[in-house]
């Protein structure tokens, strides 16, 4: 084994592989060098890809807005929203920006959530705001001649299913044909 040492400045190389060997050394260290190129762009790429907030609106856009109603036993009392008035109950659907208010109804002061594209109604009973909740749409049901009709044709799809369980014909219960 021949050993060759060749001095470049201040280092000492060994060089004692073939011209192949060399070869194959360049490629494997080629292609890591690679690797860790495309690791550490796809890395610096996600540090960009995080959400940022925006920091102003444009034209013409709107905050989400949502909706208040108020009620009270008596009515025509003075609604406050923020210490700005916007009416006297009962205020019906009002539109408002979504966010955290301060609603004030006679000397009743309550801090309120308003939700984006939601409606929110409250109700003053017993010197205390009650917040009423939405209804939910109920499904439509059938008339009952209809459910009459539907658990007839149960019975009848019932009925033949027995009828088949019997036939001899039936292909799922006797796969190898009929008994003869």
């Not at 550490?40 to 109603?69: C, H, Y």
């Not at 025509?76 to 009416?87: A, F, K, Q, Y």
């Amino acid at each position: 084994m021949d050993l060759e040492f060749t001095r470049i400045g201040n280092t000492v190389r060994v060089n004692n592989y073939s011209g192949r060997q060399k070869m194959k050394i360049r490629l494997n260290l080629m292609f890591f060098l690679v690797f860790v190129y495309v690791f550490l762009m796809i890395q610096s790429l996600s540090v960009f890809a995080e959400l940022i907030e925006p920091s102003r609106m444009l034209e013409g856009q709107q905050k989400p807005m949502g909706r208040l109603s108020v009620f009270s036993e008596p009515p025509e009392l003075d609604v406050l929203l923020d210490s700005v008035e916007i009416g006297k109950t009962p205020v019906i659907s009002k539109e408002v920006t979504s966010g955290v208010h301060i609603l004030r109804v006679k000397d009743i002061e309550k801090e309120i959530t308003i939700l984006s594209g939601k409606s929110l109604q409250l109700s003053l009973f017993k010197d205390s705001l009650i917040e009423i909740p939405e209804k939910k749409a109920e499904a439509p049901t059938r008339p009952k001649s209809e459910e009459k009709m539907a658990t007839e044709e149960k019975k009848t799809e019932d009925s033949n299913k027995d009828k088949k369980q019997y036939d001899p014909f039936y292909w799922p219960l006797n796969p190898s044909g009929p008994i003869k």
